[in-house]
């Protein structure tokens, strides 16, 4: 197998192949499977299985992991990403701006397990490296191309090669026939160079094929191009794609615009744009409609502990981030991995984090430490938040984020205790002469509450004049921090949630 094409490994050199370098680098990595699996006819049945499980894991979220990709494409180029996605009713495109393919990122589509991501020694998304895979639970056609790199996957082109294989291995052609059906992985067995050409080259009438050069001709660096299998996969691509809102470009910091365009559907541009420090603005134009939002967003990074799954890493990778609305109210909704989940969140604002999903990709895995530490990080991110906004003098209320709307699901229980927790350790509970003070502080209560024969204690509890009126707040985790009065959670950050 060729050698890595960077000096100790320095992903940070750039790496530059012209179309006769990446046909070389092709040639030897091919050469190389085959040589595999003649020695080890038995690496053709692993490959193959792997490629069908491994797509079949990542289903129902095929188009975010390609956008992922995007993503991280986009941190390596320093940010400021683009991302196109185009649906037609046979096929679509997923385009965007940033690094290119390098040979080990090829190398990683044709051989699983194979990802530089761990390397590069950056913030990406995806670090196992096996996402695109999910592409072939829609075809059996990808197009990629990258740079100065085009570049197909067939499945009866692969079938060509093995065919080649068992005619010239007798030991190969019986493991085949052992196996008792079709053998054939799609991914190790590219197509390029004349092959290519001779493929794709008279397209001029393949509509799909000529959007994804016009792409690349506009500017995008990186097209996928993928010709649905059957018709009914249009729905299932669109459906994904109608998960996307525009609130998605304040989990990715790399991505500052997102296009969507789905055959049959109004097109949407969203962009957002840094107005200073931690407040950003999303730009969003459905047609000739063009709306404006105001965040407060907050990102965190880190490593959590090793998962359930086998992974190579000791540690996984996660992302964190909050939301908070400051133009217009806040609203309740559901706990977000990329994608709204099914669990909902009874606090305002938006939570996002990087979640080990169960299969569904609804529901958060259960008995996960990843999730477990994930959820703790995510808690004591919004509490750091708050307080840094009342520090700030740019909120006046912050209890009323911390009020939950109803009862917190059994998933987010550590969550809502973790949040608790943190919330002690910051002087964010309103008093009657306007200061702050953190829950370890002394705090009053009136007289009526102390006759009361099971009076919380001291420290927890909050006197806080809002609206001419005196509210009760507690910090109990088996009482849920709420207004004594139901007062409606304040959404504008110098008045009410």
């Not at 525009?246 to 615009?257: D, R």
């Not at 105001?294 to 090793?306: D, K, M, N, V, Y």
């Not at 927790?421 to 002394?442: H, Q």
Request: charged share 25%.
């Amino acid at each position: 197998m060729s050698s890595l094409p960077y000096p100790n490994d320095d992903f940070s050199t750039p790496e530059r192949l012209d179309e006769a370098s990446w046909w070389r680098f092709l040639e030897s990595e091919v050469e190389a499977t085959k040589n595999a699996y003649r020695a080890k006819p038995s690496l053709i049945l692993r490959d193959f299985n792997a490629e069908k499980a491994t797509s079949q894991d990542y289903a129902e979220r095929e188009l975010l992991e390609l956008v992922q990709n995007a993503a991280d494409a986009a941190t390596e180029a320093g940010g400021n990403g683009k991302v196109r996605i185009e649906i037609r009713k046979n096929g679509l495109i997923v385009a965007n701006t940033g690094q290119p393919f390098r040979t080990t990122g090829i190398r990683s589509l044709m051989t699983s397990h194979l990802s530089d991501k761990p390397m590069r020694g950056r913030a990406l998304i995806g670090a196992k490296g096996l996402g695109f895979r999910s592409i072939l639970n829609w075809t059996t056609e990808p197009i990629v191309m990258t740079g100065t790199l085009k570049l197909a996957f067939s499945s009866r082109h692969s079938v060509s090669v093995v065919s080649a294989l068992k005619a010239e291995a007798p030991a190969f052609a019986d493991t085949i026939e052992q196996a008792g059906r079709d053998v054939a992985p799609i991914l190790p067995f590219p197509i390029y160079g004349e092959c290519f050409e001779q493929e794709y080259g008279s397209c001029a009438l393949d509509e799909l094929y000529q959007s994804a050069v016009r792409l690349q001709n506009d500017g995008y660096q990186t097209v996928i191009a993928a010709r649905f299998t059957n018709a009914g996969l249009y729905e299932r691509a669109s459906a994904q794609a109608n998960e996307f809102r525009p609130e998605f470009l304040l989990f990715v910091p790399s991505l500052a615009c997102v296009e969507i365009a789905v055959e049959g559907q109004i097109e949407q541009a969203w962009r957002k744009e840094h107005i200073s420090g931690d407040t950003w603005k999303l730009i969003i134009a459905a047609g000739q409609e063009v709306s404006v939002q105001t965040w407060i967003c907050r990102h965190e990074a880190g490593l959590s502990p090793a998962s359930q799954d086998d992974a190579p890493e000791a540690n996984a990778r996660f992302e964190a981030a909050v939301a908070i609305r400051s133009d217009k109210p806040n609203e309740y909704g559901m706990l977000h991995c990329f994608f709204p989940t099914s669990v909902a969140m009874p606090l305002p604002g938006l939570f996002h984090a990087t979640f080990e999903l169960a299969s569904n990709r609804k529901q958060l895995r259960d008995a996960s430490p990843a999730n477990a530490y994930v959820l703790e990080r995510l808690a004591a991110l919004y509490v750091r938040t708050i307080a840094d906004l009342v520090a700030a003098k740019r909120m006046k209320v912050p209890l009323a984020y911390l009020a939950a709307s109803g009862a917190y699901a059994p998933v987010l229980k550590l969550f809502e205790a973790a949040l608790y927790e943190a919330a002690k350790r910051y002087p964010i509970i309103p008093t009657l002469d306007g200061s702050f003070v953190s829950a370890p502080e002394r705090l009053y209560r009136p007289r009526w509450l102390c006759k009361l024969p099971s009076a919380p204690p001291i420290s927890e509890i909050s006197l806080l004049r809002q609206r001419k009126r005196e509210s009760i707040f507690t910090f109990d985790p088996g009482h849920p921090i709420r207004d004594c009065d139901n007062a409606e959670p304040a959404c504008e950050l110098g008045n009410d949630p």
